[in-house]
């Protein structure tokens, strides 16, 4: 997917981008490539792939559920800023938060937030499990993404305490797995959640599958919820 086929889908799905947002699209993908030979940042560098796979992929959010325009989203290990950048170059008005626990990544996304000229976006090198449990953070946000490839019971644990009461966590995952579901969902009512439904999209040109499991935020998170560092991982909770 070449940009002007970028632009052209988005267009067919109700999205007009802008010559400047096009251009925003562009030096996001040089800078991607750029510090991509200095740091692991993807394994996608070919343009066709990055902007189907990375910029189309994450724009696939605004496609499956209804975002406000000036909600606040936090994004939990971006990783290179997927899918909160590219959905805040489409949808200027969100507010978004990045918390990521490497800090090379960090220092990749300042750049490539003062290069695209992108305000109200809050970057954080923490972990989310001490981040979660920041009383500035905690329950303070309209949605909260993870496009990780963490299982859900660990991912609800670290993102749920973040979404306000009324809010979504949207996961996004690359394949459907009842199974993962099925598993995930006593820790989805422990932290507060309701698994609402599956969205299913197709990418275009290669027609592959893209989920994203929409959580409803009913109650408040148990104060002990996230845990320590690494116990999300270490022991899920079941």
Partial sequence: MLPEEFQQTLRSQGIELSPQQMKQFERYYELLV?????????????????????????????????????????????????????????????????????????TFLQTLVKELGLEEVSLFHDRAETFGQQPEHRASYDYVTARAVARLNVLAELCLPLVKKDGFFYALKAAKSEEELTEAKPAIALLGGKFIEDKEVQLPVTGDERHTLVIAKKKETPKKYPRKPGMPNKQPIK
Wanted: glycine residues 4%.
């Fill in 34 to 106: 750029e510090w991509n030979e200095k740091m692991n940042l993807t394994a996608i560098t070919e343009k066709k792939d990055v902007y189907l796979k990375h910029f189309y992929d994450s724009i696939t959010l605004a496609l499956s559920v209804s975002l406000k325009e000036d909600a606040a989203l936090c994004d939990v290990g971006s990783g290179a800023g997927f899918p909160s950048l590219p959905l805040k170059i489409v949808f200027p008005q969100l507010k978004i938060t990045i918390v990521d626990s490497l800090n090379k990544r960090i």
